[in-house]
């Protein structure tokens, strides 16, 4: 783990990167939406080493993505299961997945998310509950919120790109 300065503990992007920011964590993450629950299942997908996969599993339980739930006595069995948490982290899968396909599958798609019902290929986007509209970095800005401390609040009001005259160009 990385030292945990106030500014990055205080920002919510900063405790979801310490929650699940490293690699092995996603692609664990992943593959749980895959329906990988055991330890065998993760370790034989993803080809990584047992101390790291164990370290990462138990990182990932304590920080309350997985549930560890007994299914074998003897010898003890574990197996992981998402959740509620980890679920609400399923869109963040699906918006790597589609930003992968669009700027990293040079050669074409090789895995589409599509509908459970029918099999149509989906588009992720991530737009504003309340109007439905797509959320971009020209029409958003952050902003302190009611518990900023006065710290967060003096960094943002630094920041060029929270000052709502100034858009990003590309957009």
């Not at 080493?49 to 920080?63: D, K, V, Y």
């Not at 003890?76 to 589609?98: M, S």
């Amino acid at each position: 783990m990385q030292p945990k300065s106030p500014s990055i503990l205080e920002c919510p992007v900063g405790r979801a990167v310490e929650t699940v920011g490293e690699w092995w964590s996603i692609l664990i993450l992943r593959d749980a939406f895959q329906g990988a629950t055991k330890f065998d299942e993760f370790s034989q997908s993803l080809g990584i080493a047992p101390n790291i996969l164990s370290r990462r599993l138990a990182h990932l339980t304590a920080s309350g993505m997985f549930k560890r739930r007994r299914y074998q006595e003897r010898p003890p069995r574990y197996e992981y299961v998402l959740t509620d948490k980890a679920r609400d982290f399923f869109p963040v899968i699906a918006t790597l997945l589609a930003w992968g396909n669009k700027h990293l599958a040079t050669r074409g798609e090789s895995i589409v998310l599509a509908s459970r019902n029918d099999r149509r290929p989906l588009d992720p986007v991530v737009v504003d509950a309340a109007n439905r509209r797509p959320i971009t970095l020209a029409n958003t800005v952050v902003v302190a919120g009611p518990r900023a401390s006065r710290g967060m609040r003096k960094r943002l009001a630094s920041l060029k790109a929270m000052n709502p005259a100034v858009a990003p160009a590309g957009d």
